[in-house]
């Protein structure tokens, strides 16, 4: 049996979908111009089938970037978004193309530290029940220090979605193969898989498509 490229298969996966429209494939060609982090094209298309699968009422994402990642799920759904991000050179670009998008009516963005803005919900964000889906995709070596907040912030059968949780495939070697200055995110994330797979609370699986993306459900 020919081993399997997973290049050639992404390529093919992508080859299979629909045409996206203009304005995200703008937002795209910018991002990867300007080398701002954005999901992943296969990541993307398993993100929306997750959303129009879940069908959530409230959506939080941790990470706003550039809002590619918020105007994907706001037009795959019906839902309430309240985004978060704390880098202030994106936080401008994030309200410009959420304003262009035509779903500001939708989407809260809340500037600061991902952290604190957490310990404040649902409550600050105007909201009082927790959120059915939550999209991580920030620091990766905060994953595993938000946990906690993030579990209290998701209702009974609510979708815990993380992107970049295999770090290009480096997660599972040995943290002496890795760059010193990675170690502690590498041994971090490693910790944050191994609580969500363990967590009795969740009900988790690690899918290895794009960066690598874990799905729990609070059960």
């Not at 035509?102 to 500037?111: H, K, Q």
């Not at 952290?115 to 059915?132: N, Q």
């Not at 495939?169 to 590498?186: A, C, I, L």
Request: hydrophobic fraction near 40%.
């Amino acid at each position: 049996m020919t081993a399997m490229d997973p290049v050639r298969i992404k390529d093919y996966i992508l080859s299979l979908s629909s045409e996206r429209d203009s304005f995200l494939s703008q937002l795209r060609a910018e991002a990867e111009r300007d080398r701002v982090p954005i999901i992943r094209e296969e990541t993307e298309e398993f993100l929306k089938t997750l959303i129009k699968l879940k069908a959530p009422s409230l959506v939080l994402e941790i990470g706003t970037a550039i809002a590619y990642s918020t105007i994907v799920m706001a037009r795959s759904c019906d839902a309430g978004i309240v985004t978060m991000e704390n880098y202030q050179k994106r936080i401008e670009r994030a309200r410009d193309n959420i304003m262009h998008s035509g779903l500001s009516d939708r989407i809260r963005l809340m500037e600061g530290d991902a952290g604190e803005l957490l310990r404040k919900l649902p409550e600050e964000a105007g909201y009082g029940s927790g959120f059915d889906l939550i999209f991580l995709d920030a620091a990766k070596g905060q994953y595993i220090n938000w946990l906690p907040d993030i579990k209290r912030l998701m209702n009974r059968g609510s979708l815990l979605i993380a992107d970049n949780v295999l770090q290009d495939m480096t997660v599972m070697e040995s943290r002496f193969t890795v760059e010193r200055r990675e170690r502690t995110t590498h041994k971090r994330m490693r910790d944050f898989l191994y609580a969500i797979k363990h967590d009795p609370e969740l009900s988790s699986s690690v899918i290895p498509i794009g960066d690598g993306v874990s799905l729990s459900v609070k059960i």
